[in-house]
């Protein structure tokens, strides 16, 4: 008993001692891992050029189950880390039961919508840059049949599916989408085995062109997709470099940059929802040197004329997660 | 559902199965000395991440295969020492494999490679290719023999082939030599067999080891064959479905071999089709993932045969009490 007193002493001690340290914005990376290439890997590059760019300094822990959550987020909130971003849809439970226990912390949710006077929303029109790529899938496609595959099935993930399958039926109506899901659970964005063999599966089904929004397992869809010779899209950061030549485009989600906004505004930033679009370059399709041979500009005319109209509200893409249902896809 | 698509859920069954079926027969060497191993899964990462790792500083796949058996066994041996000589409980011992594996292949790749736990791309020396028999394409346009052996037979990796000869040579080693009836009696009355003379404690190590080889080969085959990289956690729970397709065997070597091919099978359909209609109403895809497990429940529950293990199993041999 005495040991347990003197151990909880201790702790409250460090704890004490380090709520003094200056308020140094801190970031939490999800499951996937702050390395994945992808979602992950983007809001790190973000807190990175922050910190290039500021010389400031930030704290970033990645979680390892589901359990630490919370614990990660009061951690950060005690110490008197200042904004806290979360790289993540599944922060919100935990969010919620925070943030009011800290009304003098600004929190920074990606992903997700919660409600509370001290946290700022950024979500994503993925629904938007999938529709993007998915026109340069359906164009670039000589089956006509292309795919899709996405790694947990959530609402998140289907919206991108549904995006892209309304941009491959508007370049070509009579194109076939191929939509598979890895898993559902959160070990479905790390599987690459699987996501070859998905990729095999809609090879076979006829797909020439698989778009994968799948985090770690992706890196097996795109690398199946070059050993079959057929083309793939990336997700979330650049991935074009991966296989040069043999990936069709990158549907760009700039996380980095609402990390990066969200560092730079500090503590007391502004709170409420944000919406990054086309409009506002927070999605967007990929195009560098690797897959210039890939695209003609007949393609990027097509894709950039359809964006306009996005942007300008003349064309509207179906958000999956308003309605839950996806005119051009069944799940 | 058309002739090529049976044929192709067929090639991805076999490819799923492999992994499977080599990490199963290791459990099998290991449990039928009694010896229980649930770090099959660790050993199978570790070794998928030292393949990888050393395919591509080499260039040469046979020296990653290698170093993948050596990096399994390593961990069969910290295994073998905690629960043979240490006496510890093999459970305990299996499941810090796991952990071990899982943060230290992270690690290790992190700061060898800075790619965010991962290893590069491995490019066509660092990686097995495929093995076109002969007269595949010949024999091709012959109604069904033909696409049966250009596309299911034809064109696998050298691991595939290896992981099936596997399964004869285990129930030969097994149950017609010398060293695999003193191997399955140590599993089941060590006593008896320290009593007449034979070295229990070598007998686990030996089983144990072999154990480690075939993880070794397993976790090789998910980076060097299946994939051109190492992921972290790319194993992704096919350590504990080998373990499940092995109580679904109860412990034999050709069981083994259906089990395996029985849950690649319906992996590759539930990838091939997702949600099945059949009719009145849809089965979902997660039933079909969850159907390896089901179907080891049923067999443990006693439904349907009877699953009886090692009777030593788990118990560490003590000479004298």
């Known amino acids: ?331 | 559902m058309d002739f090529a698509t049976f044929l192709q859920i067929l090639d991805s069954t076999i490819r799923l199965a492999t992994p499977l079926l080599l990490a199963c027969l290791a459990g099998l060497y290991s449990e039928r000395a009694g010896i229980f191993d649930i770090g099959l899964e660790g050993k199978m990462l570790a070794a998928a991440f030292l393949s990888a790792a050393i395919a591509f500083v080499t260039g040469s796949v046979w020296l990653g295969l290698l170093a993948g058996i050596g990096a399994s066994l390593f961990l069969s041996a910290i295994h073998g020492i905690a629960s043979i000589t240490f006496r510890g409980n093999q459970l305990i011992s299996g499941v810090a494999i796991n952990f071990l594996a899982s943060g230290l292949t992270v690690l290790i790749a992190q700061s060898w490679f800075a790619q965010g736990g991962r290893t590069p791309a491995l490019t066509d020396g660092g990686r097995f290719s495929p093995i076109e028999f002969p007269f595949a394409e010949a024999i091709l346009p012959v109604p069904v023999i033909g696409p049966v052996y250009e596309g299911l037979i034809s064109g696998h990796t050298a691991i595939v082939y290896l992981a099936l000869l596997m399964v004869p040579l285990s129930w030969y080693v097994l149950f017609r030599t010398r060293f695999g009836l003193r191997l399955r009696a140590v599993g089941e009355n060590p006593a008896a067999v320290d009593t007449a003379g034979v070295n229990v404690i070598r007998l686990r190590f030996t089983a144990v080891a072999i154990c480690g080889v075939l993880c070794g080969i397993a976790g090789a085959y998910l980076a060097t064959a299946l994939q051109a990289g190492f992921v972290k956690e790319m194993t992704a729970g096919r350590g504990y479905i080998a373990l499940a397709a092995l109580i679904f065997a109860k412990w034999r070597p050709w069981y083994a071999l259906y089990a395996c091919l029985l849950f690649g099978f319906l992996q590759a359909i539930a990838l091939r089709f997702q949600n099945i209609d059949i009719g009145a109403f849809t089965v979902p895809v997660e039933f079909m993932d969850a159907l390896p497990y089901i179907l080891t429940v049923v067999i443990l529950a006693g439904f349907v045969g009877k699953a009886i293990p090692p009777r030593a199993g788990g118990e560490p041999y003590v000479k004298e009490r």
């Open chain 1, 1 to 331: 008993m005495t040991f347990m007193t003197k151990l909880l002493g201790g702790a409250a001690a460090l704890a004490i001692s380090a709520s003094a340290v200056a308020a140094d914005p801190a970031i939490i990376f999800d499951l996937g891992g702050k390395f994945d290439k992808s979602f992950n890997e983007a809001a790190f590059n973000g807190a990175t050029r922050w910190a290039e760019e500021t010389g400031g300094e930030f704290r970033e822990v990645e979680l390892q189950n589901e359990a630490q959550r919370e614990q990660a987020l009061r951690r950060f909130a005690e110490a008197g880390s200042n904004p806290i971003v979360m790289a993540g849809f599944a922060f919100a439970g935990a969010l919620s039961e925070v943030a009011p226990d800290y009304p003098d912390t600004s929190f920074v949710i990606i992903d997700m919508v919660v409600d509370a006077p001290n946290v700022r929303s950024v979500v994503f029109n993925e629904h938007e840059g999938s529709f993007l790529v998915g026109m340069m899938a359906a164009e670039a496609s000589e089956s006509d049949t292309v795919g899709f595959i996405g790694g947990m099935d959530i609402p998140l993930i289907r919206r991108f599916a549904c995006g892209y399958a309304q941009g491959v039926k508007a370049a070509n109506p009579d194109a076939t989408v191929i939509a598979n899901m890895t898993g559902t659970t959160p070990a479905a964005w790390n599987d690459p085995v699987k996501g070859s063999e998905l990729t095999k599966a809609q090879i076979s089904q006829g797909a020439d062109v698989v778009y994968a929004a799948a985090g770690g397992t992706g890196v097996g869809v795109l690398q199946t997709a070059a050993d079959e010779g057929i083309l793939s899209i990336g997700v979330d950061s650049n991935q074009n470099y991966l296989h040069p030549g043999k990936v069709l485009t990158s549907m760009m989600k700039r996380v980095d940059n609402a990390v990066f906004t969200a560092f730079s505004d500090g503590p007391g930033l502004e709170t409420g929802f944000q919406v990054q679009g086309l409009a506002n370059e927070g999605v967007g399709y990929a195009m560098d040197d690797n897959n210039a041979p890939l695209v003609s500009e007949e393609m990027v005319a097509k894709v950039e004329a359809a964006k306009a109209s996005i942007i300008s509200g003349e064309l509207s893409v179906h958000d999956y997660m308003s309605d839950e249902t996806c005119p051009a896809l069944d799940f």
